[in-house]
């Protein structure tokens, strides 16, 4: 949101000498000092931060881990059982990464969800919400990498299985799927070569990412936020500055979030992981039941959910990709769900689908498994082709109040004026504030 | 309103993270669960029990079994079975290990020192499986990892009782898996055949039509059921996948008149307590900082609780004048 005022004062000779020449602190303050933010925001909008310092708290425990992780098929195993034993607080920082991981997924989860909610994704926020498509996309791929380096028997055999899955190309062009998994693999099949490319990408990635939300805050910062009522910010009114109001918000669902985090580092460091992956990775041995991590089961199940191997990694491939499109894909001339009776339905079955399917891709894929995991699926994608046009199109929005403003007043149960019906969503032109 | 629905968030994505911990159910048997003095948020280890678990490791598991990520050293460290460590050093002089070659190049084996890990059983992998028929006895350093229970109730209960495990840091499935691995050697058991070709489980383990089954595959559109028998050189084990397990029981020759172990503590001396006694031990063998991380684990979310109340109180202040 560029045009708000400016506050900034330099604090002395220094940064007065410095914002002549490089006005970095100018722009930070405005940017996260300054900035208005909807008075209405609930904790949902505290995982954007949450999700900053995931993403910082991955990279320092990570670059930690790395000073000590051997990348090699014959000392991988051990070096995470010699951090774990041997180096100093290496049994608190190794936890703090692998379960970090699993967090920084929740919070992207509720993040990704609620967009979905309060209809984040529409104009003017697409190029945002299609970034955030990217940061997901990126963090999938940083964290299958990253599952692959404690080598045990789950990193080897998922890296087998997904990487695999590319040989599907072969019913398109012959040899070229095989070809692109010879690539991938750097052999004929997963050794500690593809253990060694595997790490090195496994460390780039995350700054890939960084770049990526730098261009997501930036994005954010020229929409403004989007906000429970789906409201356009019309008047000074309707905003508050960042500092304290929204900082403060942050600290506290961050802090609360932390609970959860520490919970699981320090009390069930190996809920979230697998058995499995405690034994050391064997090419002759295949484990029973092959898994992903918990993050990925709800599109491994929808994978195994198309009788067809090219099929199954189209779909669970167009399950991600299609979030990219969903702000054409949704017809609703109001944002938020709050005031959409019909969708908001419709929204939380598709969340009972993701979490069905996220149960059913911890299961073997046989009997009712399969034909639940297909209803679901074909929900999945029911939900964005279908449901999204056809109930925006035809759903009458519910009554709204005309601002931000009012929609609080009257939630404080200052009753201040009626609202109008479906004003005030998506305004052609936001006026000037 | 919002407050649930912030809550409903992170429980879907808690019981979707808890799904990965689920397996397949099939052949799977059920296993009971044990109190465990290093169970929930202020669970630690029992020492004299690792220092039992320690004593039944070396006189019967080590026979076949290595433990080679442990150091002598760690049996001394704190938060371990603490064993003085003038009789670990003995203890250690009792293992052969390669010492740094000598000045004629030769690796020449010497006794093992406090910082030494305990020596492999093996050359190599092969070698195991050649001595104990195709078997490989697996390192027990990282065992109570490695295994794990497996939820068998219905599945609508499953997300609840997930939810009950993370809440009460249910962590000791290996070692519970371990007891039930102890407990499981069991006679074979008796099926009858019908005349439909069906086998349905019977107590009496001799007659016309018994058969002795590990396991029976139901035989689909009418087709008889087949009897899955004891293939040669394996044992039965009730609580082992598949229920064919190439361990023989360890605790075979234990009698109440000839115990296998003798504890010098006065612990009483059966299976039952030796089977919880090497779990104990394998779980510290294979999470050696868990009492160390627990203690440090209640502080931190003490301080954590107090601090998001006290960023609570601020943030209420903060936002008090304004209506949000």
């Known amino acids: ?433 | 309103m919002l407050k649930t629905r912030t809550i409903l968030g992170l429980a879907a994505a808690l019981c979707l993270g808890a799904s990965s911990a689920a397996f397949a159910e099939g052949d799977q048997p059920h296993i009971e669960r044990n109190t465990w003095s290093f169970g929930g948020m202020f669970g630690q280890y029992d020492k004299a029990q690792l220092q039992r678990g320690f004593q039944v490791y070396r006189e019967v598991c080590a026979s076949c079994h290595s433990l080679s990520r442990i150091a002598f050293r760690n049996l001394v460290q704190p938060g371990g079975p603490e064993f003085p460590e003038e009789a670990v050093k003995a203890l250690a002089k009792e293992y052969e290990v390669n010492q740094p070659p000598n000045d004629d190049g030769e690796v020449v084996k010497g006794p093992a020192k406090l910082s030494d890990r305990f020596p492999p059983l093996y050359a190599n992998d092969k070698a195991a499986r050649a001595i104990h028929n195709g078997a490989l006895p697996p390192d027990l350093s990282v065992i109570a990892k490695a295994r794990g229970l497996h939820y068998d109730g219905p599945w609508y209960l499953h997300p609840w009782s997930m939810l009950k495990d993370i809440v009460s840091s249910y962590q000791e499935g290996g070692a519970d898996y371990i007891v039930g691995l102890m407990h499981g050697y069991k006679p074979v058991p008796s099926y009858k055949r019908d005349d439909k070709g069906r086998l349905t489980p019977v107590t009496e383990t001799s007659g016309a039509g018994i058969e002795q089954c590990v396991s029976v595959t139901h035989g689909e559109h009418g087709q008889p059921d087949t009897c899955n028998q004891l293939a040669d050189g394996m044992n039965y084990n009730a609580a082992f996948p598949g229920h064919q397990i190439a361990m023989i029981n360890p605790f075979a020759a234990h009698s109440k008149d000839a115990p296998q172990v003798t504890y010098q503590d006065g612990t009483p001396q059966t299976v039952d307590q030796y089977a919880k006694d090497i779990a104990a031990f394998l779980s510290w063998a294979s999470d050696p900082t868990l009492d160390q991380r627990k203690q440090l684990g209640w502080m931190v979310i003490f301080y954590l609780l107090i601090t998001t109340g006290l960023l609570y109180i601020a943030k209420r202040k903060v936002w008090s004048g304004i209506a949000h």
């Open chain 1, 1 to 433: 949101m560029s045009g708000h005022e400016d506050t900034y004062k330099p604090g002395g000779p220094v940064e007065k000498w410095m914002d002549e020449r490089l006005p970095l602190m100018r722009m930070m303050h405005g940017q996260f000092v300054d900035f208005p933010t909807p008075r209405n925001l609930n904790y949902l909008w505290t995982f954007g931060g949450i999700l900053t310092f995931c993403l910082v708290a991955q990279i320092v425990t990570g670059v930690v881990l790395a000073m000590h992780y051997v990348p090699s098929a014959g000392a991988a195993f051990d070096s995470v059982q010699h951090i774990k034993r041997d180096v100093n607080y290496g049994w608190l920082i190794q936890p703090l990464h692998a379960v970090g991981g699993s967090m920084f997924f929740i919070a992207v989860y509720v993040h990704i969800f609620r967009g979905l909610y309060y209809g984040s994704y529409k104009a003017p926020r697409e190029v945002l919400w299609i970034l955030g498509v990217f940061i997901f996309l990126a963090m999938m791929a940083t964290a299958f990498l990253g599952y692959t380096l404690p080598w045990g028997q789950m990193s080897f055999w998922g890296v087998t299985v997904i990487t695999n899955l590319f040989s599907s190309l072969d019913e398109v062009i012959p040899g070229l799927g095989t070809a692109v998994v010879t690539w991938l693999w750097g052999g004929y099949s997963v050794t500690g070569a593809t253990l060694n490319r595997f790490f090195s990408l496994h460390y780039l990635l995350p700054f890939v990412i960084c770049g990526l939300v730098a261009l997501h805050i930036w994005a954010l910062h020229v929409a403004g936020q989007n906000n429970p009522d789906g409201l356009e910010v019309k008047s000074k009114s309707d905003t508050v500055p960042m500092s304290p109001y929204a900082v403060m918000k942050d600290m506290f669902g961050l802090s609360a979030f932390l609970i959860l985090f520490a919970w699981f580092v320090f009390y069930a460091p190996d809920y979230l992981g697998h058995a499995d992956n405690y034994i050391e990775a064997n090419p002759l041995v295949t484990p029973a039941h092959i898994v992903p991590e918990w993050y990925f089961l709800p599109f491994y199940a929808i994978l195994r959910a198309i009788p067809s191997k090219l099929g199954g990694v189209i779909a669970m491939f167009a399950a991600v990709g299609i979030l990219a499109f969903v702000p054409w894909l949704d017809w609703s001339r109001v944002r938020s769900a709050k005031y959409r009776p019909i969708f908001k339905w419709f929204f939380w079955l598709f969340v009972i689908a993701c979490l069905a399917l996220g149960y059913l891709g911890a299961k073997p894929p046989e009997g009712s498994y399969v034909t639940w995991a297909r209803i679901f699926t074909a929900y999945y994608f029911v939900f964005f082709l279908v449901i999204m046009p056809l109930v925006g199109l035809l759903e009458t929005p519910s009554k709204m109040p005309g601002s931000i403003t009012e929609s609080v007043l009257v939630g404080e149960g200052h009753k201040e004026g009626g609202g109008t019906a479906a004003a005030g969503a998506v305004p052609a032109a936001p006026e000037h504030r």
